[in-house]
């Protein structure tokens, strides 16, 4: 049984002393020794760290399955809480993230859920950062990376999105439609308010076309045209 011990500690560390199972301090950074028996040393890195959640399965509000993976950034900021609260912190954090995501996507539809995937990170790392506290642990963010959806429900997604497309498009072309109308009907009542100006169009169409003015009509010339649009 060794008598001196020698601990190296680093900047990014936090090393916890124990003697005989009791806490007794914690280490500042560097190499020191420890003479005597019965020392435990248990060494803590203080740096960001990242915890993935693979492919967790949620249900919106709308009842439809959505498979979310996310990630939570975290650090280790009292390492004797972390060591004395619970026995696997890490897991604890994990089990925090995991409900906070089943409560937002659950407070959402498919459809809001698969649009705010990426602003969910504030209510998500507030959520975890509460409990995390109570850990030793701070947590710096708390994100979705991807959202996605079932074979069948992506099917039923995609053909709905599409028929939305079509009808979007198909809106604009009656309002174009409409818009061509209005104009049409505005310069009937223009053209009933001036029959002048009625002549005057139809003389300028005639010069545009082929042959000008003397171009003969197969229902009469450009006088009997001029005769009719006075009536």
Known sequence: MKYIHTITVRETQ????????????KLVPGKQRLFGFGYEVRIHDTRWKEMQIQGQEFLTADKAQIRATAFVKYRI???????????NPAYAIYTAAQIALRDEIGALGVEDALDRSKDLS??????????????????????????SIGGDLKKVFTDTLTARQESLVTLEKARAEA???????NAARVFENNPSLLQLKFLQALEKADG???QPFLLGTAGKWLDFLKT
């Open 179 to 185: 818009a061509a109308i209005r104009t049409l009907a």
């Open 77 to 87: 900021t009292d390492a004797l809480l972390f060591e004395n609260v619970s026995e």
């Open 212 to 214: 000008g003015i003397a």
């Open 14 to 25: 936090v090393a916890l002393l124990f003697r005989n199972g009791i806490f007794e301090r």
């Open 122 to 147: 504030t209510e998500l790392t507030a959520k975890v950062a509460a409990d995390a506290v109570a850990l030793g642990i701070e947590v710096g963010k708390v994100a979705v990376k991807d959202l």
